[in-house]
């Protein structure tokens, strides 16, 4: 499998594929094409995410969070958080840890 190799989801949504699930570590590959204010998450894991590709907004609890390719954030257990916005066709790397 190529990382890069992805298919568009339509605008305003975004698809996830695992790549790895391994005990308390899943890793996903998300591409986000211009989403607009998705659903609020709290997970009961851990998340590291990188976004490799495009630009994001997201909101962390009451704060908002730009992000640029190349960003890391991390985002600690039952933290509540959601996004605001994504550029075209943006990639994540996404590390849950339970």
Request: charged content about 25%; cysteine-free; hydrophobic content about 40%.
């Amino acid at each position: 499998m190529n990382f890069f190799n992805i298919k568009t989801p339509i605008e305003g949504e975004e698809t996830v594929k695992e790549l790895l699930q391994h005990k308390n570590v899943t890793i996903n590959r998300i591409v986000s094409n211009s989403l607009n204010d998705s659903a609020w998450y709290e997970q009961d894991e851990d998340e590291w995410l990188l976004l490799v590709e495009g630009a994001a907004l997201l909101l962390i609890e009451d704060e908002e969070k730009t992000l640029k390719a190349g960003d890391t954030l991390f985002i600690p257990a039952h933290e509540l958080h959601k996004v605001i916005s994504t550029s075209e066709n943006a990639l994540w790397l996404t590390v849950h840890i339970g």
